[in-house]
């Protein structure tokens, strides 16, 4: 029995949100341990012995009665005090709506992890990894030693180094045990502390002093301090001409206003130099804030931002975009046009860039949108809705010429008889790298696996009879195979013999970081080559110490995905290369074109960004594609133009609205079953609104995680609303053992 209020015998009733399996649902629990509870603070409490952690939403005094029988539970301990203000909720809260998903989903997505759901501790800050050291008995002899094995130990410090860092090199673990069981190498397991605070990125082309405005800056500058709050603007500046800068500048411009500023990138691999460039300038006035920090640091992040009244600076990825700032004046998405912005898993499937126009509208603030390659629908905002400002940025603050893009046909390399990863041009410049003190980077479409058909001898490609894109692979549960497209529904044989050139060279296109590491490691066993990816950037700072090792000048080469095309300044990098193109040009996917060339453009322009000249080398099997003229000419406004008027024409995306329904499940029949069941009840919503519903489909990838997959696209007249009932309704037709996804806008069609 709780102990009475103020030796009263009233209470506070508080209803508590809690996150219960697929649902939310709220309990009724007392403040009975005088914790001093309001709403909006999160509460740890038990239900059926489980201890969670559930979000006060309403509050109300009750009388205790001593006789009554009925056994009152009592919130057991305040998490955190008043995370949310009212503007804030009624903004999440219409989100959810938006998005198909209960308030507290949304605001777990907005929440720290950990505040509501399952009780957690905060997350330590020690942990054991494995420590790799040369053998104090070892006596190199290059004879008895492989290329590989030679090249770890020459790697390897005096002291040694962890081996998570050793696999980042590009050493997998086999060698690394291979050569302890030789006894070359010593493996201990020592504690590895995580630090929480701000560490450094150290970048030699960071200045101390700020530099000089060109007059392109100093002209789109004044254009942002004459924005009022609530204006939003794309700055469209070409790689190198100095966006940065001029955020920097806005920025100062905010903190001298007593006014915060959020600074949002797409990807967590550039957060590193974001945070160095302004902690540089503002010091300790930044923070960052991305799933890579730990929770306990986020937590501290939410807590500085909900106590302190002072102006600060927040730098981090798409789920920074909900953080709670008072005084927000300026929020920068830089690199706008990238499709991680986009969350396609788990629900609510969110568009950063999208939230952000919300915000701005409800919390009035500057909205900068920043890219050398602005989006289609960024560029329908401007151009055909009127609704952004447009501010250009055509020149780069180096005095070095912009590189020339070398497009290399790799079906002449073919016929010549190099059968090789690489052409014989970009051997040859690999090999100049160490004497002429250079560095490359190397990058691997990160879906360059897609399915999709290529003849390795004439370049021909399988599209679709109906759609501007190519027909992918699909498999089915028996293994299968045939053609399908993803955006009406057309299917085809699989067919092994290309019908242009009739060659069996007719195969599915795509090469992965891996393979391409050890063709380098084999051909130059002289270059310290970096793998940069999803796998290898794993932790807080996996990123920061990848790219402090190549811009330290410790590694000759850097081979990872598109992450390496987005914002990288490494001034000694002069080589650029795109390995097998076709495999994003020729993606299903009816955005393809657009997203390859944005990447495409921004990768050429990691190259000469000092004062050396850089190369740009793209290899094709398809030079004649659209794509590859265009960016030969670096015609990226020309594509826009050209691309925006057919897509309008046509009513396709983003001149329509689309919304993709994914549904999973373990078992076959009933997934497929549901799926059916699903898109006739959603056809009878769509016959009176001018929506189409096309599928069911199975899935891309048929099968992940033991769950077979099938998809519903839904799309529509542009300015109409999505016709789908409430979530309530549309989730009683699924059942238990299946689930469902709604996806508006996603970023693969």
Same mark, same amino acid.
């Given at each position: 029995?709780? *102990?009475?209020?103020?030796?009263?015998?009233?209470?506070?009733?508080?209803?508590?949100?809690?996150?219960?399996?697929?649902?939310?649902?709220?309990?009724?629990?007392?403040?009975?341990?005088?914790?001093? #509870?309001?709403?909006?603070?999160? #509460?740890?409490?038990?239900?059926?012995?489980?201890?969670?952690?559930?979000?006060?939403?309403?509050?109300?005094?009750?009388?205790?009665?001593?006789?009554?029988?009925?056994?009152?539970?009592?919130?057991?301990?305040?998490?955190?005090?008043?995370?949310?203000?009212?503007?804030?909720?009624?903004?999440?809260?219409?989100?959810?709506?938006?998005?198909?998903?209960?308030?507290?989903?949304?605001?777990?997505?907005?929440?720290?992890?950990?505040?509501?759901?399952?009780?957690? +501790?905060?997350?330590?800050?020690?942990?054991?990894?494995?420590?790799?050291?040369?053998?104090?008995?070892?006596?190199?002899?290059?004879?008895?030693?492989? +290329?590989?094995?030679?090249?770890?130990?020459?790697?390897?410090?005096?002291?040694?180094?962890?081996?998570?860092?050793?696999?980042?090199?590009?050493?997998?673990?086999?060698?690394?045990?291979?050569?302890?069981?030789?006894?070359?190498?010593?493996?201990?397991?020592?504690?590895?502390?995580?630090?929480?605070?701000?560490?450094?990125?150290?970048?030699?082309?960071?200045?101390?002093?700020?530099?000089?405005?060109?007059?392109e800056q100093k002209k789109v500058y004044k254009e942002m301090q004459?924005?009022?709050?609530?204006?939003?603007?794309?700055?469209?500046?070409?790689?190198?001409?100095?966006?940065?800068? !001029?955020?920097?500048?806005?920025?100062?411009?905010?903190?001298?206003?007593?006014?915060?500023?959020?600074?949002? *990138?797409?990807?967590?691999?550039?957060?590193?130099?974001?945070?160095?460039?302004?902690?540089?300038?503002?010091?300790?006035?930044?923070?960052?804030?991305?799933?890579?920090?730990?929770?306990?640091?986020?937590?501290?992040?939410?807590?500085?931002?909900?106590?302190?009244?002072?102006?600060?600076?927040?730098?981090?990825?798409?789920?920074?975009?909900?953080?709670?700032?008072?005084?927000?004046?300026?929020?920068?998405?830089?690199?706008?046009?990238?499709?991680?912005?986009?969350?396609?898993?788990?629900?609510?499937?969110?568009?950063?860039?999208?939230?952000?126009?919300?915000? !701005?509208?409800?919390?009035?603030? +500057?909205?900068?949108?920043?890219?050398?390659?602005?989006?289609?629908?960024?560029?329908?905002?401007?151009?055909?809705?009127?609704?952004?400002?447009?501010?250009?940025?055509?020149?780069?603050?180096?005095?070095?010429?912009?590189?020339?893009?070398?497009?290399?046909?790799?079906?002449?390399?073919?016929?010549?008889?190099?059968?090789?990863?690489?052409?014989?041009?970009?051997?040859?410049?690999?090999?100049?790298?160490?004497?002429?003190?250079?560095?490359?980077?190397?990058?691997?479409?990160?879906?360059?696996?897609?399915?999709?058909?290529?003849?390795?001898?004439?370049?021909?490609?399988?599209?679709?009879?109906?759609?501007?894109?190519?027909?992918?692979?699909?498999?089915?549960?028996?293994?299968?195979?045939?053609?399908?497209?993803?955006?009406?529904?057309?299917? *085809?044989?699989?067919?092994?013999?290309?019908?242009?050139?009739?060659?069996?060279?007719?195969?599915?296109?795509?090469?992965?970081?891996?393979r391409v590491i050890e063709f380098l490691n084999d051909e130059f066993?002289?270059?310290?080559?970096?793998?940069?990816?999803?796998?290898?950037?794993?932790?807080?700072?996996?990123?920061?110490?990848?790219?402090?090792?190549?811009?330290?000048?410790?590694?000759?080469?850097?081979?990872?995905?598109?992450?390496?095309?987005?914002?990288?300044?490494?001034?000694?990098?002069?080589?650029?290369?795109?390995?097998?193109?076709?495999?994003?040009?020729?993606?299903?996917?009816?955005?393809?074109?657009?997203?390859?060339?944005?990447?495409?453009?921004?990768?050429?322009?990691?190259?000469?960004?000092?004062?050396?000249?850089?190369?740009?080398?793209?290899?094709?099997?398809?030079?004649?594609?659209?794509?590859?003229?265009?960016?030969?000419?670096?015609?990226?406004?020309?594509?826009?133009?050209?691309?925006?008027?057919?897509?309008?024409?046509?009513?396709?995306?983003?001149?329509?609205?689309?919304?993709?329904?994914?549904?999973?499940?373990?078992?076959?029949?009933?997934?497929?079953?549901?799926?059916?069941?699903?898109?006739?009840?959603?056809?009878?919503?769509?016959?009176?609104? *001018?929506?189409? #519903?096309?599928?069911?489909?199975?899935?891309?990838?048929?099968?992940?995680?033991?769950?077979?997959?099938?998809?519903?696209?839904?799309?529509?007249?542009?300015?109409?609303?999505?016709?789908?009932?409430?979530?309530?309704?549309?989730?009683?037709?699924?059942?238990?053992?299946?689930?469902?996804?709604?996806?508006?806008?996603?970023?693969?069609?």
């Amino acid at each position: 029995m709780p *102990a009475s209020n103020n030796l009263s015998n009233t209470f506070f009733e508080f209803e508590v949100l809690l996150d219960i399996g697929s649902h939310s649902n709220s309990f009724s629990y007392l403040d009975g341990n005088n914790l001093g #509870v309001e709403v909006g603070d999160i #509460v740890s409490v038990r239900l059926k012995g489980r201890l969670l952690n559930g979000l006060a939403i309403t509050k109300n005094e009750k009388d205790f009665y001593e006789e009554s029988n009925f056994e009152y539970l009592s919130i057991e301990n305040i998490i955190q005090k008043k995370v949310i203000q009212d503007w804030w909720r009624e903004w999440l809260e219409d989100l959810a709506k938006f998005y198909r998903v209960s308030s507290l989903k949304m605001f777990k997505t907005a929440f720290p992890p950990g505040w509501i759901g399952k009780h957690k +501790k905060l997350s330590q800050n020690c942990k054991y990894q494995i420590w790799i050291k040369s053998s104090l008995d070892l006596k190199l002899n290059n004879d008895e030693l492989t +290329k590989r094995e030679l090249s770890l130990l020459k790697n390897l410090s005096l002291n040694g180094k962890w081996q998570s860092e050793l696999i980042k090199l590009g050493f997998n673990s086999t060698l690394i045990n291979s050569m302890v069981t030789k006894k070359l190498l010593i493996k201990t397991k020592r504690k590895k502390i995580f630090n929480t605070k701000l560490s450094s990125f150290k970048n030699d082309c960071i200045e101390l002093k700020r530099p000089n405005l060109t007059q392109e800056q100093k002209k789109v500058y004044k254009e942002m301090q004459e924005m009022q709050p609530g204006e939003v603007c794309l700055l469209w500046g070409e790689t190198g001409s100095g966006k940065t800068e !001029v955020y920097m500048k806005m920025a100062e411009d905010q903190l001298l206003n007593k006014k915060s500023c959020l600074i949002l *990138a797409p990807e967590i691999g550039l957060i590193p130099q974001l945070i160095d460039r302004f902690s540089e300038r503002f010091q300790s006035d930044v923070f960052e804030y991305h799933s890579n920090c730990s929770s306990r640091h986020r937590t501290l992040v939410w807590k500085k931002i909900i106590d302190d009244e002072e102006p600060l600076i927040v730098v981090g990825t798409r789920s920074a975009v909900f953080l709670p700032i008072q005084n927000l004046g300026l929020i920068i998405m830089d690199e706008e046009h990238d499709v991680s912005y986009k969350q396609d898993s788990p629900m609510p499937c969110y568009d950063a860039r999208d939230v952000a126009l919300e915000r !701005v509208k409800r919390n009035p603030a +500057k909205l900068i949108f920043g890219s050398a390659t602005p989006s289609m629908r960024t560029w329908k905002r401007v151009v055909f809705e009127k609704k952004l400002r447009l501010l250009r940025m055509k020149e780069r603050i180096s005095s070095t010429e912009i590189p020339e893009i070398k497009i290399v046909d790799m079906r002449s390399e073919f016929q010549k008889g190099n059968t090789k990863i690489f052409c014989s041009e970009l051997l040859e410049l690999i090999s100049q790298l160490k004497e002429n003190n250079e560095q490359a980077i190397v990058l691997i479409p990160r879906r360059g696996y897609n399915g999709f058909l290529s003849c390795r001898n004439c370049g021909f490609i399988i599209n679709c009879p109906n759609c501007d894109v190519p027909l992918s692979v699909h498999m089915g549960s028996k293994g299968k195979q045939w053609l399908s497209c993803h955006w009406c529904d057309h299917k *085809a044989k699989l067919i092994k013999t290309c019908p242009d050139c009739e060659s069996n060279a007719f195969k599915p296109f795509g090469i992965g970081t891996q393979r391409v590491i050890e063709f380098l490691n084999d051909e130059f066993p002289e270059l310290r080559i970096l793998r940069f990816d999803r796998d290898t950037t794993s932790g807080k700072d996996g990123h920061r110490n990848i790219l402090s090792i190549f811009s330290d000048g410790e590694a000759d080469i850097l081979v990872g995905t598109q992450m390496l095309a987005k914002g990288i300044d490494i001034p000694n990098v002069t080589l650029s290369v795109v390995i097998a193109a076709d495999g994003l040009l020729h993606r299903p996917d009816i955005s393809a074109e657009e997203k390859s060339l944005q990447l495409f453009l921004q990768l050429a322009g990691r190259a000469g960004r000092a004062k050396k000249t850089g190369k740009v080398i793209f290899q094709t099997y398809k030079p004649s594609h659209p794509v590859i003229s265009y960016l030969k000419n670096r015609d990226y406004e020309g594509f826009l133009a050209e691309s925006s008027k057919l897509r309008k024409d046509a009513k396709l995306f983003p001149f329509c609205k689309v919304c993709l329904l994914k549904v999973s499940g373990e078992n076959y029949e009933c997934t497929e079953i549901t799926a059916a069941k699903l898109t006739k009840y959603l056809i009878s919503f769509c016959k009176d609104n *001018a929506w189409k #519903v096309i599928g069911p489909a199975p899935s891309l990838i048929a099968k992940v995680g033991n769950k077979f997959r099938w998809q519903i696209l839904m799309h529509g007249p542009e300015n109409s609303e999505l016709p789908l009932p409430d979530r309530f309704n549309l989730w009683r037709i699924i059942p238990k053992n299946v689930y469902l996804s709604i996806d508006l806008n996603p970023v693969e069609l």
